[in-house]
């Protein structure tokens, strides 16, 4: 009871002062400065953003044209989060103009998406470094879903997602797409690894999948050694998506590994480790046979320097199980069995890999039928 009257008495005094500094010289509440205005600007030409570089000429792409002034951004104003899913706008920044207005390319506000405009990664309004986007004139784009910003807005190119919590975090630019690598396909590399075509010093990235194809949690493939650049200098790598490390994981893939590992040569895969873990408790695909080696990993760091080979895939031929992506070396091959059964071998010419029939007359590679095989897995 005597807390209530306080609190009634609090909130009259504090009532009368308000009231007070109204009608005088009283008490004045201070705004937050305006950031500027944005108005629709339908000279604005948005049509002609490329898509992943390409320019989509004659296609609409449904972009709506702003002018801004100071730093507002029709993205800005139009962010909003319910029950921790963002809504908004995605706008490409288009410079400013004659005026002092800056332009934007926006998707229509009539139609949000489930990207919001990270605030914080605009330094002139949050004054945080911590959160500004790593590359110049890029901003953070907090999306929820399998769709990038670029996918809702080819005006804009963006790099890898990065998840934090239910949502992806996003750093674009209204920029054409990079000189990156394109997918190699028609049998350039191994199964179960996937080929790139890359620039010189390039390794592929989930980004280069492209817009409409989102791999955000996909950050660097782990890659074998290229082999030497084609006549328009570029290489060809072999590559496969790891699973997520392990607490404490610490090896990431080395192409440069040559100068202190000679002998890994093409295919092979080179690992630079920082801690007491080899490639092969990283990555399941992958099998040391060799120690490592200290030297510098690619960026001149000392480290401990591994040459791996990817485990081989049934059929192939082996030595002992661990080379095998089964795990299973049977009559020298990588089988899909451990053991086959009697009068069944995984070595079978032409089919090797998987447990078949031994021909009529042929031995019993199981050793349990000592005069051979009748052809229907039973003993002569």
Not at 77 to 87: L, M, Q, R, S, T
Not at 144 to 165: M, S
Not at 251 to 278: A, H, L, M, N, W
Not at 333 to 359: F, I, K, N, Q
Request: glycine share 14%; net charge negative; hydrophobic share 25%.
């Amino acid at each position: 009871m005597m807390r209530g009257r306080f609190s009634i008495a609090l909130f009259a005094a504090l009532a009368a002062g308000l009231g007070a500094g109204l009608g005088g010289a009283g008490c004045k509440v201070e705004e937050p400065p305006s950031l500027g205005t944005c108005t629709m600007n339908t000279a604005l030409n948005c049509d002609t953003a490329g898509l992943a570089g390409n320019v989509d000429a004659g296609i609409a792409l449904g972009l709506v044209g702003y002018s801004c002034t100071g730093l507002a951004r029709p993205d800005l104003e139009n962010a909003k989060y319910v029950a921790g899913i963002p809504y908004g706008m995605v706008c490409a920044d288009q410079g400013p103009a004659a005026d002092g207005t800056n332009g934007f390319c926006c998707t229509p506000p009539t139609q949000p998406t489930t990207c919001a405009l990270d605030p914080t990664s605009i330094e002139a309004i949050s004054h945080d470094k911590g959160r500004v986007c790593p590359d110049e004139a890029n901003y953070r784009f907090q999306c929820y879903g399998p769709d990038r910003p670029e996918a809702l807005n080819p005006a804009l190119t963006c790099g890898n997602g990065v998840r934090e919590d239910n949502v992806i975090n996003y750093c674009c630019a209204a920029a054409g797409r990079p000189i990156g690598c394109s997918e190699s396909k028609g049998g350039a590399c191994p199964v179960g690894q996937m080929g790139w075509h890359c620039p010189q010093g390039t390794l592929p990235r989930g980004e280069d999948f492209g817009a409409n194809e989102s791999r955000a949690d996909y950050y660097y493939f782990v890659c074998g050694i290229p082999g030497p650049p084609a006549t328009d200098g570029y290489v060809t790598y072999c590559c496969f998506t790891p699973s997520p490390l392990l607490p404490g994981g610490s090896c990431v893939t080395s192409v440069k590994i040559q100068s202190s590992i000679p002998d890994c040569v093409q295919g092979r895969f080179g690992f630079s480790c920082y801690g007491r873990e080899t490639p092969a408790d990283d990555y399941s695909p992958i099998y040391c046979n060799e120690p490592s080696v200290d030297g510098p990993d690619d960026h001149g760091y000392p480290a401990k320097l591994y040459c791996c080979d990817y485990r081989k895939a049934n059929g192939v031929t082996c030595t002992k199980g661990d080379e095998c992506l089964s795990s299973d070396c049977t009559e020298g091959y990588c089988c899909a069995l451990d053991r086959c059964p009697s009068c069944y071998t995984c070595g079978l010419t032409g089919v090797p890999g998987t447990c078949r029939l031994v021909p009529p007359g042929g031995a019993d590679p199981t050793g349990t039928c000592a005069s051979g095989c009748d052809g229907n897995g039973g003993c002569l």
